[in-house]
């Protein structure tokens, strides 16, 4: 087996495992020695990526001529800054940040090729916050400017009859902060609020006790309580160059989708033991189990909620106008669909 060690700059955490293995679609062995860069975060969000890395699921499918080296970011936006240094190869990662990504690219840069995970999103605030009119004068959190949590919150202050900048000011502050500072943050009572993914959303909800509560669940803002929360982008040229490593990604993406909806009580103990390795923090098993209640582990990407989220983060003043046409390629992931005779996700 071989591994890697590479740094990269950008508040990232990379952890590398062991190598893996590429072949080609037809089966023949790729002709040179390649490293792949998958990047993922320290979110139940993103527990496809994170059982699928601890299982090895991602090694064995790229196999052993291909070094795996995983990179842990807190936030969309470093990833994009990430693929767009050629650092990183692909990476699951919210809708907002792969829009932005495809826009500032004219539509080169990366591609949609899988879903990952639907809900788990909330805007957990203080206890004497009972309504949105509550919230006026007070601080806010979301991970990063721009990432699709910091999307859904300005939008729906916005339909609150609230204004808000991307500098922190207006009826309502929102102040960046990693999910784990805003857990402590709101528990301290040094912001009111946060919009933050699971298992954030839990822990702080059951480190303030009665402190704080659920104002805001995302789901409910959605058809059907359905919204894309995590996808798997490449970039472009990777994608190109190597179709048969992105194949090898998505039967590893579906492998896990698959093993984790089977068995949701192991796949907690993996995804748990995962996170303590990249937080140094245990995380309590109740915990875990209510926030992975809140979630749907799909392959379905749910293009038209990314197509939503996209119009809102134009009508915010955070993207411009753009063309998705050609954002997704869910070509790779239905011919490995097909193969497990697994119904198949429409092109959008």
């Known amino acids: ?15 590398v495992l062991a190598g893996c293995a590429g072949q ?65 190869d692909a990476t699951y990662i919210g809708p907002s940040p792969s829009v932005n990504a495809f826009s500032r690219s004219n539509g080169e840069a990366v591609r949609v090729i899988s879903g990952a995970t639907s809900g788990g999103a909330f805007l957990v605030v203080r206890s004497g916050i009972k309504k ?31 204004h808000t900048d991307l500098q922190g000011g207006g009826d309502v502050s929102i ?33 303030a006790g009665a402190h704080a509560h659920v104002l805001v669940d995302e789901r409910d803002l959605w058809p059907n309580g359905r919204y894309v929360t995590t996808q798997l982008i490449v970039r472009t040229a990777f994608l190109q160059e190597h179709p048969d490593l ?43 189990a209510s926030a992975w209640r809140n979630l749907v582990f ?16 134009h009508d915010l003043g955070l993207l411009d106008k753009v063309s998705l046409a050609g954002l997704f390629d869910l070509t790779l992931l239905n011919e490995v669909l097909a193969d497990k005779g697994e119904p198949q996700v429409p092109q959008p």
């Not at 960046?176 to 402590?184: D, F, I, K, L, R």
Request: hydrophobic share 45%; glycine share 6%.
């Open 132 to 162: 949105p009119a509550d919230l006026r004068g007070k601080k806010l959190a979301t991970p990063q400017l721009g990432n699709t949590q910091d999307v859904a919150l300005r939008s729906w202050l916005a339909d609150q009859g609230f």
């Open 1 to 15: 087996m071989r591994a890697s060690s590479r740094r990269v700059p950008l508040l990232l955490i990379v952890v």
């Open 246 to 288: 992105v194949r090898a990604l998505l039967e590893a993406q579906v492998e896990a989708n698959d093993a984790i909806n089977m068995d949701a009580a192991a796949a907690q103990q993996v995804v748990a033991r995962q996170l303590k390795a990249i937080t140094g923090s245990d995380m309590d098993p109740q915990v875990l």
């Open 298 to 313: 799909t392959n379905d990407p749910i293009a038209s909620s990314l197509l939503t989220s996209a119009q809102r983060a």
């Open 24 to 88: 080609t679609a037809t089966g023949r062995p790729t002709a040179r020695h390649v490293e792949v860069r998958l990047g993922y975060f320290p979110n139940l969000t993103h527990a496809t990526a994170l059982y699928g890395v601890a299982k090895g699921i991602f090694a064995d499918r790229l196999g052993d001529s291909v070094t795996l080296t995983p990179v842990v970011f807190n936030a969309g936006p470093d990833a994009v800054s990430a693929l767009f240094s050629d650092a990183l």
């Open 175 to 207: 102040l960046p902060q990693p999910n784990s500072q805003a857990v402590e943050a709101l528990q301290a009572g040094t912001i009111d609020g946060a919009w933050i993914p699971e298992p954030y959303a839990s822990q702080a909800i059951s480190k």
